[in-house]
């Protein structure tokens, strides 16, 4: 998994503010731990999928933020889609 070079703390700590952005912006009723959970596997997926396509994200805290939020918005709009 890549970390965008903000290591695991920061993952966790700014995959959590990513997720929980994402579920104001969603407006979705999720916990700390899901928020945490999205935020970081919605960066891990979204830079993945950006790498495939041949986007280079950067690194640092900022640049997680941002592919993380997008990211977790991405995985709120799946499982809606799923659930109906």
Same mark, same amino acid.
């Given at each position: ?19 929980? !952005? ?8 999720? #916990? $700390?731990?899901?928020?945490? %959970?999205? *935020?970081? +596997? &919605? =960066? ?5 999928? !950006? ?8 690194? #640092? $805290?900022?640049?997680?933020? %941002?592919? *993380?939020? +997008? &990211? =977790? ?12």
């Amino acid at each position: 998994m890549d970390l965008n070079g903000v290591g695991i703390l920061g993952a966790i700590v700014v995959g959590g503010i990513a997720g929980w !952005l994402a579920e104001q912006f969603m407006k979705s009723n999720m #916990g $700390l731990f899901m928020n945490i %959970i999205l *935020g970081i +596997i &919605g =960066a891990a997926a979204l830079n993945f999928v !950006l790498s495939l396509a041949g986007i280079y994200t950067g690194t #640092g $805290l900022l640049v997680y933020l %941002i592919v *993380g939020f +997008i &990211g =977790a918005c991405i995985l709120i709009a799946i499982a809606r889609a799923v659930r109906r």
